[in-house]
């Protein structure tokens, strides 16, 4: 592989093919398969991955908002899009896009309706939410009457799937409340197919429900995190592959004798001379401040180098005093040695948070 030079992430759809297939492998041939696609893809890319990921013949794709449903038309991916948290201001480009939205509350699924109606839609793609403990976004099981009532109403609308959301489907020690919450989904299942003259999806499982909880598949399971490469459990991790890595180089080297500073605010002070490489990457490309300060290292000619000093905006300087390297050489942030799940729990966050962080100014480089 060609060394970089300069700061990029690489996108690496061999391992989302290898990650598709892995979570292929745990669901029945009959259940269908959700590719969440929101935030970029995670911080990837989402109109590439989405084009992919149709070709490997996904059925369905999630985006959290319109916009982000719009650019994947845009790019002319074809399959059904679910909108996860759409606004009614965006209803009308909803219908333009033929996008489908996700319909929480009664005040939304009645917006819509009349959008709907005026733009004289029939039996229009609907997703209907239900709440069952995340506490967040959703109808409860006591709704159901009235959401039947206003569908069976008119034919502008078509219950296309109902879902729910798992709460802690990667914390085992959740498992009874996670239970709880498949229990409430298959009652409201029931219920909903009773009152309905025609077959619905229903869907449950993100990727830790997928791997942790088969009888949470119902008809079809929305994965994100596991498709970029991360399980959110060492073993699953294991299996799969990390679709990004970060990327940079080496912009200059300092001999830092004892007593002298580095950064902004003195924030580090050699106790001994050490050498320092600065590297063009900062909080602005979200690599946050919470890495610095000796927290976090990246690896420099597969060692270890500690991220030293204050993340500045644009730059960071890592110590390389022990460590064989020049100008110009490679650097390898997270998704190679050090996953995206390690570098980001040295800062006790998630991959999910330090992928989607990626700023847009650092350039996307596919590997095909
Ligand atoms: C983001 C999201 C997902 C994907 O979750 P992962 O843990 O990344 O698989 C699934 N469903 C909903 C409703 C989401 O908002």
Not at 50 to 75: C, H, M, P, Q, W
Not at 307 to 324: F, H, L, P, R, S
Request: hydrophobic share 40%; proline share 3%.
């Amino acid at each position: 592989m060609t060394k970089t030079q300069e700061t990029v992430l690489e996108i690496n759809l061999a391992a989302l093919e290898h990650n598709y297939n892995f979570i292929t492998s745990k669901i029945k041939p009959t259940t269908k398969f959700l590719a969440v696609t929101k935030a970029f893809a995670y911080g990837s890319d989402a109109c590439k991955i989405a084009k992919k990921l149709e070709k490997l013949g996904i059925d369905y794709f999630a985006v959290a908002y319109t916009k982000e449903g719009v650019e994947l038309r845009n790019s002319g991916i074809k399959t059904p899009i679910l909108v996860l948290h759409p606004q009614a201001v965006n209803f009308k480009t909803i219908l333009e896009y033929n996008l489908e939205p996700n319909l929480y509350s009664e005040k939304n699924l009645e917006e819509f309706l009349e959008v709907a109606k005026q733009e004289n839609k029939s039996n229009y793609p609907i997703h209907i939410k239900f709440n069952t403990g995340l506490n967040r976004l959703g109808f409860t099981k006591e709704a159901i009457p009235k959401i039947i009532s206003i569908i069976k109403n008119n034919s502008t609308l078509h219950i296309q799937s109902v879902f729910s959301h798992l709460a802690a489907s990667e914390d085992l020690n959740e498992k009874e409340f996670t239970n709880e919450q498949i229990k409430q989904f298959c009652e409201i299942k029931e219920e909903i197919e009773k009152l309905l003259s025609y077959p619905i999806l229903t869907h449950m499982a993100n990727t830790s429900g997928i791997l942790n909880y088969p009888e949470a598949h119902f008809s079809m399971v929305r994965s994100g995190i596991g498709l970029y490469g991360y399980g959110n459990n060492p073993d699953f991790d294991k299996k799969l592959k990390p679709v990004a890595t970060l990327k940079t180089i080496i912009s200059q080297k300092h001999i830092l004798e004892p007593g002298k500073s580095i950064g902004y605010n003195r924030a580090f002070i050699a106790d001994k001379t050490i050498v320092t490489a600065t590297l063009p990457i900062g909080h602005a490309d979200g690599i946050g401040r919470q890495y610095g300060q000796g927290k976090t290292f990246v690896e420099v000619n597969g060692k270890k180098a500690l991220i030293i000093g204050n993340v500045c905006m644009d730059m960071i300087m890592i110590d390389v005093t022990n460590i064989d390297c020049k100008e110009g050489d490679e650097v390898i942030i997270f998704g190679s040695e050090q996953s995206a799940e390690d570098f980001a729990k040295t800062a006790n966050t998630i991959s999910y948070e330090l992928l989607t962080g990626i700023a847009s100014r650092v350039k996307r480089k596919l590997l095909i």
